[in-house]
């Protein structure tokens, strides 16, 4: 037979897998899009503007691709894995020959279609790598050292050259995500105790290496009156936007601090600021609880799907999306440093959507194709 039921060329086959989508995650992420599009808009002070236009643009674009993945048997991304990894690490590489330069940071690459960050798909592209991995060896094998140099390996090479771009923000994500995963592997404990105090002991070192700017940061977060017209002018104004919100907000497209344009940086790290302005306490608690449900229905999709593979991908995934979005919420409300990490989604920028889209349509195909085997 040329085609079976589980093919995707017959009208059944289409059918069954969109009835076997997560609805609930799939009109959570809509709704957190055409948010995000009236927040942009919003910070174009209530026109559309060539950021605002792109956003909804962009969003409309990877909503489409991340519905076509869905539909993808996740046992491709599975097979593919390593090359996609590896695809990341020579657009990497390719940005160091060949990037574009910005304030100080060769972060982007030129396809003349658009604009790429690639370091903003090997958030992605780590937990691909580490999901496949693992799939492939024993959990009695996972705390072998020659087990262990692999992903070591794989962490590091991208972490550092990331970090040098210089992007510590995503470096340190990029980190996290790798790291989540191997201890959702299985790794012991004892091991991350042991390179947690390494870490510790090298920090000194690292810390010289730092930017000025990075290094400012770090002073501003701990005392951010030290240069309240300088490193601490962000987090003092975002602040004051949040606190001017009270419980009710001060209404769509009326939020002082963001019109007046105090608040820097308003539609790309500082998109909450903007919002909470807007919406006050309870419209950013239901945006935290959107989030919320966002990430409890990754890891239920973890649950109920049969492979290892899709297993540590959801997990990976939901663990990291929910990092992504607390540092960036800690980072505003001054509880971290400035580190320049969107927020999923809301945040404008094309390359950090198309991450998001791209993890969550891999989520989404192992929940259409949860009862399948991962050879």
């Known amino acids: 037979m040329l085609y079976s039921r589980n093919s995707l060329h017959t009208p059944f086959a289409v059918r069954d897998k969109l009835f076997n989508l997560d609805f609930i995650l799939f009109f959570s992420v809509l709704l957190l899009g055409i948010i995000s599009i009236f927040a942009q808009y919003s910070s174009s002070g209530g026109q559309w503007e060539s950021h605002s236009i792109n956003h909804a643009i962009r969003f409309l674009i990877f909503f489409s691709f991340f519905i076509l993945i869905s539909f993808i048997n996740v046992t491709l991304w599975n097979r593919f894995s390593f090359l996609i990894f590896i695809s990341i690490i020579l657009l990497l590489l390719a940005v160091k020959f060949f990037g574009l330069q910005s304030q100080g940071s060769r972060r982007w690459i030129n396809l003349f279609v658009f604009v790429l960050q690639p370091s903003e798909l090997m958030k992605i592209g780590i937990i ?63 091991i991350f105790a042991y390179l947690s105090l390494l870490a510790l002991v090298l920090a000194p070192i690292a810390i010289s290496f730092l930017k000025p700017y990075q290094k400012s940061r770090i002073l501003s977060f701990l005392n951010p009156d030290l240069d309240p017209l300088g490193a601490g002018y962000q987090i003092i104004q975002s602040k004051i936007a949040i606190g001017s919100g009270g419980l009710f907000g001060k209404g769509f497209l009326n939020g002082s601090q963001a019109y007046l344009d105090f608040l820097p940086e308003k539609h790309t790290d ?8 807007e919406f006050g306490f309870f ?11 966002i990430t409890y229905r990754i890891v ?18 939901s663990t990291a999306f929910f990092i992504y979005v607390t540092v960036n919420m800690s980072m505003v409300l001054g509880l971290l440093p400035i580190v ?8 404008y920028g094309g390359s950090s959507m198309l991450a998001i889209m791209f993890g969550l349509g891999i989520v989404m195909s192992c929940n259409v194709y949860k009862n399948n085997t991962v050879s």
């Open 270 to 277: 500082f998109i909450f600021t903007l919002y909470a302005e």
């Open 340 to 347: 320049g990490a969107p927020l999923p989604i809301l945040s």
């Open 128 to 190: 691909l790598f580490l999901a496949n991995y693992y799939h492939r060896i024993s959990s009695g094998d996972v705390n072998k050292l020659k087990y262990l140099l692999v992903p070591v390996v794989a962490i590091f090479i991208p972490f550092t050259m990331v970090v040098t771009q210089p992007d510590l923000g995503t470096a340190l994500l990029i980190l996290f995500s790798g790291i989540v995963v191997t201890w959702l592997a299985g790794v012991r404990w004892k």
């Open 283 to 293: 419209g950013s608690i239901f945006m935290i609880l959107l989030y919320f449900l």
């Open 300 to 317: 239920h999709i973890g649950n109920i799907t049969r492979s290892i593979f899709g297993k540590l991908f959801c997990y990976g995934f």
